[in-house]
């Protein structure tokens, strides 16, 4: 009993360091000097989780932290003296890496051998050339665009925030960017944020790259007592993300009666009754085409809602002629799902979107209520739901019609 007390202990305690390990992964460095080889303090290395707080100490050891899944560019910078860039890769966490800096003040100058720098004391007048790189349409950054000098030797390339740093002769003026399926460029090495250009884009696809916002108003929902609105997050230029809100506040305040022929009888029905609530569904979009002015898609979404009934419209189950109102106030939650196939139009900023689909929703009311009319005569009731099903907030065909705004 004793061992498997301890086993649970140790097996718990297992259970709980391990996300921690499997998350994050911890790469020690000793910074030295490059000309000396001493310890250079007070180092610090960007970005890591734990801020600016991480230091190298007297030693020039720096633990450096990041997340599990990080194997980008980080950059050492320490006072008086130059950056340097290092790429994490997998296997790093098992030794210690030594990182040399340069003095900004020592008369060093850089010559290019099999890729890398190598520093001579014999030369001087070095400069830092640092900056970004961007897609000129999307204004997002670009990684791995390689960057070469005037000679067209490629001396390295920017990191997945589109970042570049190089101690190069000040007697260095360009250099030469390039990125698959991009215009190249010249840049002076001065410039400090740099746009590159697809080989073929259009002012349409500029557009529908750049405004992944949209927010539309369901045109049906406000024929149903209600106000629909949904907001929508393009990730890509095929998936989307977002949520819809409908409120029902402005219900009539008597039930939805009508009266039909039916074999030359005058029946009774009901449409629909007097309610408030409130529904949210997050949702996906997949696009399987889209441009600047149409996009069909399909979508799923998850469905959550709360509502309140003053009152309840009951029926005699062997009688379905006989009504009964019950005065009782009901309130549930509800939950449930669907989806839904359509397209939407854009004009400019303007977005007209129609959908159909199916929804699931139930009425979560209490589905018996035995009525007495008199000591002698009972009968046992129904609710009516059909109207919730049909028109309601839970109507199984769902069909939206929206108009709004693209941004």
Same mark, same amino acid.
């Given at each position: 009993?004793?061992?498997?007390?301890? !086993?649970?202990?140790?097996?718990?305690?297992?259970?709980?360091?391990?996300?921690?390990?499997?998350?994050?992964?911890?790469?020690?460095?000793?910074?030295?000097?490059?000309?000396?080889?001493?310890?250079?303090?007070?180092?610090?290395?960007?970005?890591?989780?734990?801020?600016?707080?991480?230091?190298?100490?007297?030693?020039?050891?720096?633990?450096?932290?990041?997340?599990?899944?990080?194997?980008?560019?980080?950059?050492?910078?320490?006072?008086?003296?130059?950056?340097?860039?290092?790429?994490?890769?997998?296997?790093?966490?098992?030794?210690?890496?030594?990182? !040399?800096?340069?003095?900004?003040?020592?008369?060093?100058?850089?010559?290019?051998?099999?890729?890398?720098?190598?520093?001579?004391?014999?030369?001087?007048?070095?400069?830092?050339?640092?900056?970004?790189?961007?897609?000129?349409?999307?204004?997002?950054?670009?990684?791995?665009?390689?960057?070469?000098?005037?000679?067209?030797?490629?001396?390295?390339?920017?990191?997945?925030?589109?970042?570049?740093?190089?101690?190069?002769?000040?007697?260095?003026?360009?250099?030469?960017?390039?990125?698959?399926?991009?215009?190249?460029?010249?840049?002076?090495?001065?410039?400090?944020?740099?746009?590159?250009?697809?080989?073929?884009?259009?002012?349409?696809?500029?557009?529908?790259?750049?405004?992944?916002?949209?927010?539309?108003? /369901?045109?049906?929902?406000?024929?149903?007592?209600?106000?629909?609105?949904?907001?929508?997050?393009?990730?890509?230029?095929?998936?989307?993300?977002?949520?819809?809100?409908?409120?029902?506040?402005?219900?009539?305040?008597?039930?939805?009666?009508? !009266?039909?022929?039916?074999?030359?009888?005058?029946?009774?029905?009901?449409?629909?009754?007097?309610?408030?609530?409130?529904?949210?569904?997050?949702?996906?979009?997949?696009?399987?085409?889209?441009?600047?002015?149409?996009?069909?898609?399909?979508?799923?979404?998850?469905?959550?809602?709360?509502?309140?009934?003053?009152?309840?419209?009951?029926?005699?189950?062997?009688?379905?002629?006989?009504?009964?109102?019950?005065?009782?106030?009901?309130?549930?939650?509800?939950?449930?799902?669907?989806?839904?196939?359509?397209?939407?139009?854009?004009?400019? !900023?303007?977005?007209?979107?129609?959908?159909?689909?199916?929804?699931?929703?139930?009425?979560?009311?209490?589905?018996?209520?035995?009525?007495?009319?008199?000591?002698?005569? /009972?009968?046992?009731?129904?609710?009516?739901?059909?109207?919730?099903?049909?028109?309601?907030?839970?109507?199984?065909?769902?069909?939206?019609?929206?108009?709004?705004?693209?941004?």
């Amino acid at each position: 009993m004793k061992t498997l007390k301890r !086993h649970s202990i140790v097996f718990l305690f297992v259970m709980l360091i391990l996300p921690g390990f499997s998350q994050t992964k911890t790469i020690r460095f000793a910074i030295r000097d490059q000309y000396d080889e001493k310890p250079i303090s007070g180092v610090v290395v960007r970005p890591n989780l734990l801020g600016d707080s991480v230091q190298s100490n007297s030693k020039g050891i720096l633990k450096w932290k990041g997340e599990s899944s990080f194997f980008d560019t980080i950059c050492f910078t320490g006072k008086n003296y130059y950056p340097y860039t290092l790429s994490i890769e997998r296997g790093m966490a098992s030794r210690t890496w030594f990182i !040399h800096l340069v003095s900004r003040s020592f008369p060093l100058d850089t010559l290019l051998k099999n890729g890398r720098f190598i520093y001579k004391d014999s030369e001087k007048d070095l400069k830092l050339v640092e900056g970004f790189v961007y897609n000129a349409n999307l204004k997002d950054p670009l990684g791995k665009v390689a960057i070469a000098i005037d000679s067209g030797k490629i001396i390295g390339y920017t990191n997945n925030r589109g970042y570049y740093s190089f101690i190069l002769p000040k007697t260095t003026e360009s250099l030469l960017l390039s990125y698959p399926d991009f215009q190249s460029k010249t840049i002076a090495t001065s410039t400090t944020k740099a746009t590159l250009y697809p080989l073929s884009y259009s002012k349409d696809d500029v557009f529908r790259e750049q405004y992944k916002n949209s927010i539309t108003i /369901s045109l049906l929902e406000l024929f149903q007592g209600g106000l629909s609105i949904r907001y929508e997050r393009f990730l890509k230029t095929n998936h989307s993300v977002g949520l819809l809100f409908a409120g029902y506040f402005f219900n009539p305040d008597d039930t939805y009666n009508f !009266h039909y022929e039916y074999n030359d009888e005058l029946m009774f029905g009901v449409t629909g009754e007097q309610f408030e609530g409130y529904k949210l569904s997050p949702f996906y979009r997949f696009y399987p085409f889209r441009n600047a002015t149409t996009g069909g898609f399909i979508e799923a979404k998850f469905v959550a809602g709360y509502f309140s009934f003053p009152e309840l419209i009951y029926r005699d189950v062997k009688n379905s002629d006989i009504y009964y109102t019950v005065k009782t106030p009901t309130d549930f939650w509800s939950f449930g799902g669907g989806i839904s196939w359509g397209n939407t139009f854009t004009k400019d !900023h303007f977005v007209f979107s129609i959908s159909e689909g199916i929804q699931i929703l139930p009425m979560k009311v209490p589905q018996s209520y035995i009525y007495v009319a008199d000591p002698n005569n /009972s009968f046992e009731m129904e609710p009516v739901t059909g109207w919730w099903y049909f028109r309601g907030a839970g109507a199984v065909i769902d069909l939206k019609i929206s108009i709004g705004w693209v941004f």
